[in-house]
T-cell receptor
C-alpha cells in the first residue's frame, strides 16, 4: 500500500530564514508524481511544487525547491527566504494511479509558522 | 476562468438529512474528484470521474453518491447525513487524470449534528 509520512507535525522559522519540511513515502511503482500542497488558514489547497519520479533533477519554483531522493523514497521541501505569507499547513502527496484515473495520497501535514 | 468552484461554503445538517454539494469547473477538465479532510489527516478520496457518465469509488465512498452528466459539474450527494460525515470537502479537477496536476476548489465545510 502506498503511504506518505510527514514526521514533523509542527515547525517554526524566523522570517527570511530557510526551513526544510520532511516527507517519506512508500510505493512499489517506478513512475509516479509527488506534490507539495500549501493550505493557508483560508483552507484553499494551493499547489506549491511537483516532481516527476523519472526526472533526476530536483524541481524548483522560485523560493521553493525539493530534495528528491528516489532510492530513499524521500521528498523534502525547502523554503528559502521565508515570508509571513508562507505560514500554512503543508501537505506532501503521492499520485497513485487507479484504473482510469488517479488519486492523491496525502500525508498528515506539517504546520509551518513563520515568525517576524 | 473561475477555476474550480464549490457551493455552499458552509452547511449545517441534522442527522438523516440529505444534501448535495456542488462542484463546477470551467477549464474543460475531464477528470474530477471529491476528497474529504478530517482533523490530523490529509485528504482522502471519496469518488472520482474520468469524464461525463463515468464515475468510480475512491478510498472512503460509503454514504456518498456521485454522477457526472456534464463535463463541467460533479455533484456529491449525501443521502442520509451522519455525524461521521462532518468534515471539509474538496473538489478537484485535472485535464486528464493520468499525470496532470489536480487543482482544488475552496472547500465546503459540513457540520452534521
Amino acid at each position: 500500500a502506498q503511504t506518505v509520512t510527514q514526521s514533523q507535525p509542527e515547525m517554526s522559522v524566523q522570517e527570511a530564514e530557510t526551513v526544510t519540511l520532511s516527507c517519506t513515502y512508500d510505493t512499489s511503482e517506478n513512475n509516479y508524481y509527488l506534490f507539495w500542497y500549501k493550505q493557508p488558514p483560508s483552507r484553499q489547497m494551493i499547489l506549491v511544487i511537483r516532481q516527476e519520479a523519472y526526472k533526476q533533477q530536483n524541481a524548483t519554483e522560485n523560493r521553493f525547491s525539493v530534495n528528491f531522493q528516489k532510492a530513499a523514497k524521500s521528498f523534502s521541501l525547502k523554503i528559502s527566504d521565508s515570508q509571513l505569507g508562507d505560514t500554512a499547513m503543508y501537505f506532501c502527496a503521492f499520485m497513485k494511479h487507479l484504473g482510469y484515473g488517479n488519486k492523491l495520497v496525502f500525508g498528515a501535514g506539517t504546520i509551518l509558522r513563520v515568525k517576524s | 476562468n473561475a477555476g474550480v468552484t464549490q457551493t455552499p461554503k458552509f452547511q449545517v445538517l441534522k442527522t438523516g438529512q440529505s444534501m448535495t454539494l456542488q462542484c463546477a469547473q470551467d477549464m474543460n477538465h475531464e477528470y474530477m474528484s471529491w476528497y474529504r479532510q478530517d482533523p490530523g489527516m490529509g485528504l482522502r478520496l471519496i469518488h472520482y470521474s474520468v469524464g461525463a457518465g463515468i464515475t468510480d469509488q475512491g478510498e472512503v465512498p460509503n454514504g456518498y453518491n456521485v454522477s457526472r452528466s456534464t463535463t463541467e459539474d460533479f455533484p456529491l450527494r449525501l443521502l442520509s447525513a451522519a455525524p461521521s460525515q462532518t468534515s471539509v470537502y474538496f473538489c478537484a479537477s485535472s485535464y486528464n487524470g493520468r499525470e496532470e496536476t489536480q487543482y482544488f476548489g475552496p472547500g465546503t465545510r459540513l457540520l452534521v449534528l
